[in-house]
């Protein structure tokens, strides 16, 4: 008898330091692609940070795609595994398994657009192969905005909550003048600080995720140690 409960005490223990970790996988997964994409922008030779887009750096024709094709994997990885843990957290409300779940599809449709839709800078941008990868990113930025408007009621901030509107605003703001920067870039004319116009829209929500693993962390929210086992293995299949 104690045999078996020194055993199920073990497993919680282990469990509630791997749900730990999966959540820890979010404020990774910001670290990553920020510095990530700083790395691979001053090793690309000739690159401008301020005025072509990060897409740029992973494009088919990069000297840097092999470098960010790892990056990206590993931070797509991470953002998965994030969304696994808050799908495992006990007694967790519907917000916190729906946050959980857009991460997951944001981690997978992120993954899919890198692998099977990049941009090829060797082609103009309303080629077959640009337009695919247009399509995908832009398809990306609806799980981010639903993140951010679900996951900030996980929280109960209200600073939290203003912080995640203005974040909203921001996405919402730069996402539409990018938009509109496409008319230009189809003429292959350089756009003056495009790179940085897209990056704090990328940087934007890197940060919010950021700062929203950091507050679910001091929540100290344990595991549902059975929904844990079976989002393991829904994890194993879907990084497999």
């Known amino acids: 008898m104690k ?27 910001s670290l990553i ?3 990530g994409d700083i790395a691979a922008s001053n090793i ?13 750096l992973g494009a088919i024709g990069s000297p840097t795609r092999p470098i960010v094709f790892v990056i990206f994997c590993i931070y ?18 519907s917000v916190t398994m729906l946050t959980g779940i857009m991460f997951v599809i944001y981690a997978i449709i992120g993954q899919l657009t890198f692998m099977y839709g990049p941009m090829n800078i060797q082609e103009a941008i309303g080629a ?12 990306n930025i609806l799980p981010m905005l639903f993140v951010i408007a679900v996951g900030c009621v996980t929280i109960r901030q209200k600073n939290f909550k203003l912080y ?28 003056p600080w495009y790179g940085i116009k897209e990056r704090i829209n990328i940087y934007g929500f890197m940060i919010w995720v950021f700062i929203f693993s950091l507050l679910y962390i001091k929540k100290g929210q344990r595991p549902c140690t059975d929904r844990y086992y079976e989002v393991s293995l829904i994890g194993i299949k879907l990084s497999s």
């Open 3 to 29: 045999q078996i409960q020194k055993n199920e005490n073990i497993k919680v223990q282990v469990t509630y330091l791997a749900h730990k970790s999966l959540v820890l996988c979010g404020v990774l997964s």
């Open 33 to 35: 692609y920020i510095l």
């Open 44 to 56: 690309y030779e000739g690159y401008h940070y301020t005025s072509q887009a990060v897409s740029d």
């Open 76 to 93: 797509n990885t991470l953002v998965l595994l994030f969304g696994l843990g808050l799908i495992a957290t006990k007694k967790q409300k």
């Open 128 to 139: 077959e192969t640009n337009i695919e990868y247009l399509i995908l990113a832009y398809t």
């Open 164 to 191: 995640s509107a203005l974040t909203i605003a921001i996405l919402i703001l730069f996402g539409a003048w990018m938009t509109s920067d496409l008319l230009v870039i189809s003429t292959g004319l350089p756009i």
